[in-house]
Protein backbone atom coordinates (compact mmCIF):
# COMPACT_ATOMS: atom_id res chain seq x y z
CA UNK A 1 0.00 0.00 0.00
CA UNK A 2 1.43 3.63 -0.92
CA UNK A 3 1.52 6.43 0.96
CA UNK A 4 -1.14 9.14 0.86
CA UNK A 5 0.87 12.65 -0.75
CA UNK A 6 -0.48 15.80 -1.22
CA UNK A 7 1.33 18.05 -4.23
CA UNK A 8 2.75 20.94 -2.87
CA UNK A 9 4.16 22.60 -6.23
CA UNK A 10 5.84 22.07 -9.41
CA UNK A 11 9.63 22.32 -9.76
CA UNK A 12 9.30 24.99 -11.98
CA UNK A 13 7.45 27.01 -8.66
CA UNK A 14 10.79 26.19 -7.00
CA UNK A 15 13.69 27.45 -8.37
CA UNK A 16 17.23 26.63 -7.43
CA UNK A 17 18.31 28.98 -4.23
CA UNK A 18 14.74 29.15 -3.78
CA UNK A 19 12.08 28.46 -0.39
CA UNK A 20 8.26 28.55 0.06
CA UNK A 21 5.44 27.96 3.14
CA UNK A 22 2.83 25.46 2.72
CA UNK A 23 -0.09 24.83 4.86
CA UNK A 24 -0.91 21.60 4.16
CA UNK A 25 -4.77 19.72 4.98
CA UNK A 26 -4.05 15.97 6.94
CA UNK A 27 -6.22 14.29 8.53
CA UNK A 28 -5.61 15.77 11.72
CA UNK A 29 -6.09 19.44 10.41
CA UNK A 30 -3.29 21.26 9.15
CA UNK A 31 0.51 20.91 9.03
CA UNK A 32 2.87 24.03 8.29
CA UNK A 33 6.16 22.93 6.51
CA UNK A 34 8.18 24.60 4.49
CA UNK A 35 10.50 24.24 1.11
CA UNK A 36 13.96 24.68 0.48
CA UNK A 37 15.81 24.43 -2.81
CA UNK A 38 19.60 23.95 -2.79
CA UNK A 39 21.76 22.52 -4.75
CA UNK A 40 19.87 20.49 -6.93
CA UNK A 41 18.15 19.29 -3.72
CA UNK A 42 14.92 19.97 -2.40
CA UNK A 43 14.01 19.10 1.39
CA UNK A 44 11.00 19.88 3.73
CA UNK A 45 10.49 20.83 7.42
CA UNK A 46 7.86 21.68 9.74
CA UNK A 47 7.75 25.31 10.25
CA UNK A 48 8.12 24.97 13.69
CA UNK A 49 11.05 26.18 15.63
CA UNK A 50 12.54 23.52 18.21
CA UNK A 51 12.91 25.87 20.97
CA UNK A 52 9.47 28.09 21.15
CA UNK A 53 7.66 26.19 18.23
CA UNK A 54 7.01 29.87 16.15
CA UNK A 55 7.25 30.10 12.69
CA UNK A 56 10.63 30.26 10.79
CA UNK A 57 9.95 32.54 8.69
CA UNK A 58 10.13 36.31 9.09
CA UNK A 59 8.12 36.98 6.23
CA UNK A 60 6.21 34.88 4.11
CA UNK A 61 8.44 32.00 2.20
CA UNK A 62 11.62 34.07 3.79
CA UNK A 63 13.41 30.93 5.65
CA UNK A 64 16.92 31.90 4.77
CA UNK A 65 19.13 34.29 6.32
CA UNK A 66 20.62 36.69 3.65
CA UNK A 67 23.53 34.84 2.66
CA UNK A 68 21.14 31.96 1.65
CA UNK A 69 22.69 29.65 2.99
CA UNK A 70 21.52 28.50 5.81
CA UNK A 71 17.99 29.16 7.89
CA UNK A 72 17.55 31.14 9.93
CA UNK A 73 14.33 31.25 12.71
CA UNK A 74 12.43 34.89 12.64
CA UNK A 75 11.93 35.33 16.28
CA UNK A 76 15.66 34.58 17.83
CA UNK A 77 18.07 34.31 14.61
CA UNK A 78 18.83 30.62 15.54
CA UNK A 79 20.56 29.50 12.58
CA UNK A 80 20.32 25.81 11.10
CA UNK A 81 21.86 23.93 8.34
CA UNK A 82 19.65 23.28 4.99
CA UNK A 83 20.61 19.69 3.94
CA UNK A 84 19.94 18.23 7.73
CA UNK A 85 18.07 20.99 9.46
CA UNK A 86 20.74 20.96 12.41
CA UNK A 87 21.26 23.68 14.78
CA UNK A 88 24.68 25.52 14.71
CA UNK A 89 23.81 28.93 16.25
CA UNK A 90 21.12 30.22 18.83
CA UNK A 91 19.19 29.36 21.49
CA UNK A 92 18.20 25.80 20.63
CA UNK A 93 21.93 25.40 19.33
CA UNK A 94 22.16 21.22 18.80
CA UNK A 95 18.71 20.28 18.29
CA UNK A 96 17.55 19.95 14.78
CA UNK A 97 14.39 20.96 12.56
CA UNK A 98 11.95 18.06 12.21
CA UNK A 99 12.12 16.76 8.42
CA UNK A 100 8.75 16.60 6.32
CA UNK A 101 9.35 13.01 3.40
CA UNK A 102 8.73 14.03 -0.13
CA UNK A 103 8.31 12.75 -3.25
CA UNK A 104 9.73 14.16 -6.71
CA UNK A 105 7.22 13.03 -9.20
CA UNK A 106 6.44 13.88 -13.08
CA UNK A 107 8.00 17.24 -11.96
CA UNK A 108 5.28 18.02 -9.12
CA UNK A 109 6.52 18.11 -5.59
CA UNK A 110 4.40 16.19 -3.62
CA UNK A 111 4.51 15.66 0.92
CA UNK A 112 4.39 11.94 2.16
CA UNK A 113 1.39 11.83 4.45
CA UNK A 114 2.38 9.74 7.50
Known sequence: MTAESRKLCTLEELPEGGCRGFSVPTSSGHEDIF???K???IVAYRNSCPHTGVPL???????LNLDGDLIQCSTHHALFRIEDGFCVSGPCA?????PCPLRIDNGGVFLVLR
Not at 57 to 63: A, L, S, T
Not at 94 to 98: A, F, M, W, Y
Open 35 to 37: LVH
Open 39 to 41: NAR
Open 57 to 63: DWVPDQF
Open 94 to 98: GQSLT
